[in-house]
């Protein structure tokens, strides 16, 4: 399956002792989707796009996706639909 990177805006909690946990993302299209849960935190890159990062394991919608923070700019993996 081809997937295209896709940058994010993304609504954080940011700790007093530093740790950063994001709410909810707002897609390309406007969408807001609020994170249920966030599963993992690990520096890696992404095998399908490319770039590297902190990756973010999260559940939305009882799906688990990754968003990567690259340095300030947050994205994730979308898939292209043909």
């Known amino acids: 399956m081809e997937c295209r990177k896709v940058y994010v ?3 954080l909690d ?4 530093g740790f950063v946990r994001p709410r909810k993302l ?3 299209d406007g969408t807001i989707y609020p994170i249920d849960r966030l599963l993992d ?5 992404s095998t399908k796009v490319g770039g590297v990062g902190i990756r973010y394991t999260v559940m939305i919608r009882g799906c688990e996706r990754y968003l990567f923070d690259e340095s300030g700019k947050w994205f994730v993996e979308a ?3 043909p």
């Open 9 to 11: 805006d993304v609504s």
């Open 14 to 17: 940011i700790s007093r002792d």
């Open 26 to 28: 707002r897609y390309e």
């Open 41 to 45: 935190i690990r520096r890696a890159a």
């Open 79 to 81: 898939k292209v639909i």
